[in-house]
Antibody, heavy 124, light 108 residues
Framework: QITLKESGPMLVKPTQTLTLTCTFS??????????VGWIRQPPGKALEWLAL???????RYNPSLKNRLAITKDTSKNQVVLTMTNMDPVDTATYYC????????????????WGQGTTVTVSS | ELVLTQSPGTLSLSPGERATLSCRAS???????LAWFQHKPGQAPRLLIY???TRATGTPDRFSGSGSGTDFTLTISRLEPDDFAVYYC?????????FGQGTKLEIK
């Protein structure tokens, strides 16, 4: 059974760096074709994909946020970490991580199982 | 950049009725990479449909997906009380893996 759980601070101040951890079980990030993605949802707004990391350490970022994001994995701990720099109140959102898969050519990334999310508020 | 527009924004129906939700893409996309998610407050989004029409494991057969090119539809044949939620379409074929803005399905 695949499970994912997000963790991190509930409150960050403007200009600070946010660090979120996704701890997962039921799959390995060393398996070919497997990845973990991060998605967020500001209050009352749509879902927005942020970043993903593939089994081979290939990383992809949403171009609109690329300069602020970094994603890493620790396969020994079954964790994926997302950092977002220079936080702003508009970054207030629920942040989700999700298990995903792709083909050999990485021509798609389907996210099929998600965590319940962690809510982050950016305020001074 | 691809934009997915969902309509209607809110759909008010009664249990037992049929629901039809629309997702329109700003450019033609491959139906192989169009997904639908169900999202309830405080819960993880749940994958219902992938490849435009394939039900994910555990998705009841009252849910069906169809469409191609720029127009996609999620149909719920007979609404049950558990179906009232927000539904999102998503294109996962190319980054940035865009989501639609959602359709809220509420009890009338």
């Amino acid at each position: 059974q695949i499970t994912l759980k997000e963790s991190g601070p509930m409150l960050v101040k403007p200009t600070q760096t946010l660090t979120l951890t996704c701890t997962f079980s039921g799959f390995s990030l060393t398996t070919s074709g497997v990845g973990v993605g991060w998605i967020r949802q500001p209050p009352g707004k749509a879902l927005e994909w942020l970043a993903l990391i593939h089994w081979d350490d290939d990383k992809r970022y949403n171009p609109s946020l690329k300069n602020r994001l970094a994603i890493t994995k620790d396969t020994s701990k079954n964790q994926v970490v997302l950092t977002m720099t220079n936080m702003d109140p508009v970054d207030t959102a629920t942040y989700y991580c999700a298990h995903g898969s792709c083909d050999y050519h990485k021509s798609y990334f389907g996210m099929d199982l998600w965590g319940q999310g962690t809510t982050v508020t950016v305020s001074s | 950049e691809l934009v997915l527009t969902q309509s209607p924004g809110t759909l008010s129906l009664s249990p037992g009725e049929r629901a039809t939700l629309s997702c329109r893409a700003s450019q033609s996309v491959s139906s192989s990479f169009l997904a639908w998610f169900q999202h309830k407050p405080g819960q993880a989004p749940r994958l219902l449909i992938y490849g435009a029409s394939t039900r994910a494991t555990g998705t009841p057969d009252r849910f069906s997906g169809s469409g191609s090119g720029t127009d996609f539809t999620l149909t719920i044949s007979r609404l049950e009380p558990d179906d009232f939620a927000v539904y999102y379409c998503q294109y996962y074929g190319t980054s940035p893996y865009t989501f639609g803005q959602g359709t809220k399905l509420e009890i009338k």
